[in-house]
Each structure stands twice: as C-alpha cells, then as structure tokens.
C-alpha cells in the first residue's frame, strides 16, 4: 500500500505539477480512502517527504551498486549517465522534488535530506578515488554538472539522439579538469560518439542535498 500510494503521488505530480497533489487525490487513484494515505503518511508534507527520500533511495542505491574499475574516472561518467541521467529521465517528478526542489516546502526538505546526505556520500565515495584535494567540492561540481544537464534534457533543449554524447563529454571533461588541478591523474579524453561508448578516462555523477 505504501508504494502503491507513493506512485500515485508520483504519477499525479507528473500530470499537474506538486500544486495538484493531495491527500484525497492520491487515495482516488489507488481506490483506497484518505484514512489510509494519513495512516500510511500523516499528511500532504508526509507524502512529499517520502517521494523526496524515494528519490535519493534510487540514486544511492543506484551508484552503491555500480562496479568499481581501476580507471575511477571512467567509473564516474558512467554513474553520471547510467544511474543520474536515468533517474531524472524515469523520475522528472522525484527530480524536480528531491533534486531541483521546485515548489518543495523547507520543512518537507528537512525530512528527506538524511536520504539526501547518504546518497550524496556515496558520490563522495566514488570521487575520493581521484585523490582530489578536496572531495566535497569536487562532489558538489559533479552534482552541478549532473543536475544542470538534466535540467537541460527535460526541457527538451537537447537532441535525444545526442544526449548521452553530451552527457559523457561534458563530464569527462570535468573529471579531466579535477585530475590536472591535483596532479593525481591522467587527462581525461571525450570518448567516441556512439551509443553507450565509455570515455578514456572519465566519468558518471549522482545527486546531492541542499
């Protein structure tokens, strides 16, 4: 019931945006009554709360479970398209609610950012093995690149046919920027433009709590 009432809550966001969400809404749509989404959740807020720790689940479930490789680089951009980029595809509502938080209240913020911390650990997790200096912002530049990419994407301002090329150049040249200002790694090149080519030496992101 928990789930099938949250992707409800999804569904009905995706149609009108957070301002159509409510309590009797989402019951109507699972065909159960509204005692049972304020047992389940407590509230509206609880809903959203959820769908913004729903979010966060996905994505630090999503990079915890990518191989590592001896090239971290390469590791990275492929956890930027295959985990972050296909999040924000399948997800635009949990995307814009967790991630960008459009129309999302602080006091609901407050609730899932512990969800938000621990998926933005495991970014840390990943771009630790460039040897950076500084971890946190370099994670944070990554996180950025990441959102404002899909940001792009789901306003339809990029060639679908093109997206993931942009994707992976785009943050291979990143990650080859972080590897010349330490002195720890290669330059990164931009991979071959084809579909689902990996880049020499760079690459994939993650999401990160505000």
């Known amino acids: 019931m928990a789930a099938a009432l949250l992707d409800a809550a999804e569904e009905l966001i995706e149609r009108g945006g ?14 159960t009554t509204t005692r049972a989404v304020y047992t389940v959740y407590g509230s509206r807020a609880g809903l959203l709360a959820a769908l913004g720790e729903r979010a966060f689940d996905i994505l630090g479930a999503g990079i915890a479970a990518l191989p590592a490789t001896d090239d971290p680089g390469a590791d990275l951009v492929d956890s930027a398209v295959s985990v972050f980029r296909r999040f924000a595809l399948e997800h635009p509502s949990l995307f814009r ?4 938080q459009v129309a999302t209240p602080s006091e609901v913020i407050q609730r899932f950012r512990p969800s938000a911390q621990t998926a933005f650990a495991e970014l840390e997790r990943r771009i ?5 200096r500084s971890v946190g912002d370099a994670a944070l530049a990554f996180h950025a690149m990441c959102e404002g990419m899909a940001a792009v994407e789901l306003r ?8 993931e090329h942009l994707w992976r150049d785009a943050l291979a040249a990143l990650v080859a920027g972080l590897a010349r200002q330490d002195n720890h790694l290669p330059s990164a090149q931009p991979g071959p433009r084809q579909g689902g080519a990996r880049m020499g030496a760079a690459s994939q992101g993650l999401s990160h709590p505000r």
């Open 128 to 132: 630790a093995r460039l040897g950076v």
């Open 156 to 163: 339809c301002m990029i060639d679908p046919e093109n997206a």
């Open 97 to 100: 609610i967790g991630v960008q």
């Open 18 to 31: 957070v301002e159509g969400l409510s309590v009797r809404a989402v019951a109507d749509r699972v065909g």
